[in-house]
């Protein structure tokens, strides 16, 4: 049963940074990809970053939306199950809810992040950059 569980989200002032965290207490996430996205209040979902599986140690291709490429990280720590999203000079257009999610039959993020390729989904962490 897959379970995803975010954290680290909270309010911030632009130009901060935060972390968020995605974790599964019972699945193993190495060997699927692991897709960030996030919806604001009145917005669409928008995918915001992807990590691929796990190969020879280390983690697969990445992908990050235009809007936050250079600010933006994805990572794993595969000792503790978690990936990471590292959020640096934070926006206002950033606030949102940010939610992980991934899918038993997809192990690349193949460039792209779209919701209706994965089937399992936090509940979601929000941060809010405000000033």
């Known amino acids: 049963q897959v379970q995803l569980v975010e954290s680290g989200g909270g309010l911030v002032q632009p130009g901060e940074s935060l972390t968020l965290s995605c974790g599964d207490s019972s699945f193993t996430l190495d060997y699927y990809a692991i897709a960030w996205f996030r919806q604001a209040p009145g917005k669409e979902r928008e995918g915001v970053s992807c990590i691929s599986a796990v190969q020879g140690g280390h983690h697969g291709p990445t992908y990050y939306a235009e809007s936050v490429k250079g600010r933006f990280t994805v990572s794993r720590d595969n000792g503790k199950n978690q990936v990471y999203l590292q959020m640096n000079s934070l926006k206002p257009e950033d606030t949102a809810v940010y939610y992980c999610?991934?899918?038993?039959?997809?192990?690349?993020?193949?460039?792209?992040?779209?919701?209706?390729?994965?089937?399992?989904w936090g509940r979601g962490t929000q941060v809010t950059v405000s000033s």
């Open positions: 999610a991934t899918d038993l039959n997809r192990s690349n993020c193949q460039g792209r992040v779209v919701a209706s390729w994965y089937d399992y």
